[in-house]
């Protein structure tokens, strides 16, 4: 199994150079990659960011919703990047098309998955550490079940704060810690807060992460914190 | 129909005097207020922090958890009072305990109803304008409906920031409005961004915003912000 999962935030010049080397190491010499967009709701204009932004990191992009049967175009990818947005808007799109499990078996059968937030999120077991708003109701918060763990995206530590004018306000609305504890309250599964322009690559049963630091959550233990290049494969054994 | 829905952060003095004073007009000569607590998981605690942080507004709070029938408590009930925490718990807490059809019933019949924060986001059609983790799947976002419209609870504008040691960083994800002009890609109700702090009263046809300013969101149309005072009765006639 070859996996690259992103945190998402990849908009300063300095991350989306690493994100290019990190995806370029990754994926090698492949020609072209199945772009995924179903988290926003104008795909043509996702894949044209896509580009803009380089974050196609020099590869071929084909957009799965212009392909007659999307089924069939990820049997036949060399690679699937799933990219970020919504993630309810996401997973309920991959349920409706039936692409869980032709995702799932391409995986399992070697084919490399690079997911961004919401890409990152449906990795997971389930979408239930997303940090989106419901504005669809997919019927099972079943996700691909990559991993036998949680990520959660754009991570970050302690309170929001918003910006009036010049000065900063607190904001008192849960902390990201707050909500993950709650998620720990009515489930098992270890959760990784990955700060914005993280990584985690996963290769076989070997788990590293990648580009920033991150945070680990478990049920009924103390928050623990890694380094970048850590190595992670622990979490694949649970 | 009589309906205090409050956005949530009332954790300064000032603001939670002004809760308690707001609060006290609409509810008036009540002896006891009927306290949901089910938006968070420990229902004990939570009742001992409404009392320290003054939220009952002086009046007696009954935790609802504590009663040995939900449903012929909130029958008898003087009025309604649903916490904050996570609305995905509480409404999914509400729909298994047959709580829906027994609180929109009373409420119908001119039983008062004081939400904040998750408490808020229930009284609206659906749960799918919440700023919240989906850590448990309610089988429908479905909710009160006591409002024709939706409210964002703990709404603010622009982009987060972080705070790392004494400075700010922005952080890429979505901005609130953002979000909200994705609910509208897929739904067509209004939905009102509510500050933190702010609230609003409903009685019968009336509706009003109290103590912040508020800003609508309707599917394609530009935002329209509201001043503290505005009548927002034009909303309850969807």
Not at 50 to 76: C, F, K, M, S
Not at 100 to 109: D, K, L, T
Not at 149 to 176: D, M, W
Not at 207 to 235: I, V
Request: hydrophobic letters at 40%; proline letters at 6%.
């Amino acid at each position: 199994m070859r996996l690259l999962l992103g945190s998402g935030g990849y908009r300063t010049p300095e991350r989306i150079a690493n994100f290019r080397t990190i995806v370029r190491d990754f994926l090698g010499s492949i020609a072209t990659l199945l772009f995924v967009p179903y988290a926003l709701e104008d795909h043509d204009a996702y894949v044209a960011k896509i580009l803009e932004r380089g974050l196609d990191a020099g590869y071929a992009i084909e957009g799965i919703h212009r392909t007659p049967d999307p089924v069939a175009a990820v049997q036949r990818a060399e690679a699937v990047f799933v990219g970020g947005g919504n993630t309810f808007r996401l997973l309920d799109t991959l349920q409706r098309l039936g692409l869980i499990e032709a995702i799932r078996a391409r995986v399992a059968a070697g084919m490399p998955y690079l997911g961004v937030s919401a890409g990152t999120n449906v990795a997971c077991p389930t979408i239930m550490t997303t940090n989106d708003m419901p504005i669809v109701w997919p019927t099972s918060p079943r996700a691909l079940h990559l991993v036998p763990f949680q990520i959660n995206p754009h991570y970050f530590e302690g309170q929001t704060h918003v910006k009036v004018g010049e000065t900063f306000h607190e904001h008192f609305g849960e902390t990201r810690d707050e909500r993950l504890k709650e998620f720990h309250e009515r489930n098992d599964v270890p959760v990784l807060g990955l700060w914005e322009a993280g990584m985690v690559r996963v290769e076989g049963a070997m788990a590293r992460l990648l580009g920033t630091p991150a945070r680990l959550f478990r049920r009924g233990q103390p928050a623990e914190d890694f380094e970048p290049g850590s190595d992670l494969s622990f979490l694949l054994d649970q």
